[in-house]
C-alpha cells in the first residue's frame, strides 16, 4: 500500500508548456518534500513545506501543501528540457521520509 | 567535498556472496537513512539512525540486511547471501534533528547487480 500516491506516473510534454504534479494520501504529515532525481544519481532536494496551506516558490517551480497537510502540488511554468527528471514528494512520519512512486517527466525541445 | 558521500557507487557480485556498503553523511548531520530503489520507483524505508541508535527497521527488510552506525557518523550496509531480487540502487541520506520539517540530503547511491 502506497502512503503517497503521485500523478500522473508519466508526463511528456513540449518545451513551453505548463503542468501539474499532485501528491496525494490519508494521512497527515508533519512536513512534506519534494525532489527531482536523474537517472544514476540520488533526489536532489527542491524545497519543503511545513504549514497546512504554505506556498512556495522557486523560479518556475510553484509548490502548495495542502489545508490538512495530507496533499501536495508542483506546478511547473514554461517547462524546459532540462526540468526533464523524475519528481518525487515525501512526507515526514515520525524520524523518516515515506516517498510517493514518482512522476517522470519528460520535456521535449 | 561535504554532501554525503557513497563507496561504491557500482557492485557486481554473484547470488550468494556477501556485499557491504557505506555512507559517509554530512558531518553535522545526527540522522542516516537507509532506502532502496528500483527503475521507474521511489525509494522505499529501509531503516535509519540516530546517531549510534538505529531507530527503525522496515518491516519488509529480510534479515539478510543489517546496518550499523558504529560511533554514530559513517553507517555500512550489509546484504548476506545475496539473491538476484537485492538488484537496486541503494540510497543513504542524513538530516539534522530540526524543527521546520525533515530535510534529507542523498548520496549518490550504489548501484548493486546480482548475477
Known amino acids: 500500500t502506497q502512503l503517497l500516491e503521485q500523478s500522473p506516473q508519466f508526463l511528456s510534454i513540449q518545451e513551453g508548456e505548463n503542468l501539474t504534479v499532485y501528491c496525494n494520501s490519508s494521512?497527515?504529515?508533519?512536513?512534506l518534500q519534494w525532489y527531482r532525481q536523474e537517472p544514476g544519481e540520488g533526489p536532489v532536494l527542491l524545497v519543503t513545506v511545513v504549514t497546512g496551506g504554505e506556498v512556495k516558490k522557486l523560479k518556475r517551480l510553484t509548490f502548495q501543501f495542502g489545508d490538512a497537510r495530507k496533499d501536495s502540488s508542483l506546478h511547473i511554468t514554461a517547462a524546459q528540457p532540462g526540468d526533464t527528471g523524475l519528481y518525487l514528494c515525501a512526507g515526514a512520519q515520525g524520524g523518516k521520509l515515506i516517498f510517493g512512486q514518482g512522476t517522470e517527466l519528460s520535456v521535449k525541445p | 567535498d561535504t554532501g554525503v558521500s557513497q563507496n561504491p557507487r557500482h557492485k557486481i557480485t554473484k547470488r550468494g556472496q556477501n556485499v557491504t556498503f557505506r555512507c559517509d553523511p554530512i558531518?553535522?548531520?545526527?540522522?542516516l537513512y537507509w532506502y532502496r530503489q528500483t527503475l521507474g520507483q521511489g525509494p522505499e524505508f529501509l531503516t535509519y539512525f540516530q546517531n549510534e541508535a538505529q531507530l527503525e527497521k522496515s518491516r519488509l527488510l529480510s534479515d539478510r540486511f543489517s546496518a550499523e552506525r558504529p560511533k554514530g557518523s559513517f553507517s555500512t550496509l550489509e546484504i548476506q547471501r545475496t539473491e538476484q531480487g537485492d538488484s537496486a540502487m541503494y540510497l543513504c541520506?542524513?538530516?539534522?534533528?530540526?524543527?521546520?520539517?525533515?530535510?534529507?540530503?542523498f548520496g549518490q547511491g550504489t548501484r548493486l547487480t546480482v548475477v
Open positions: 558531518s553535522e548531520h545526527n540522522r
Open positions: 494521512s497527515v504529515f508533519s512536513s
Open positions: 541520506a542524513s538530516s539534522r534533528l530540526r524543527t521546520g520539517g525533515t530535510e534529507a540530503f
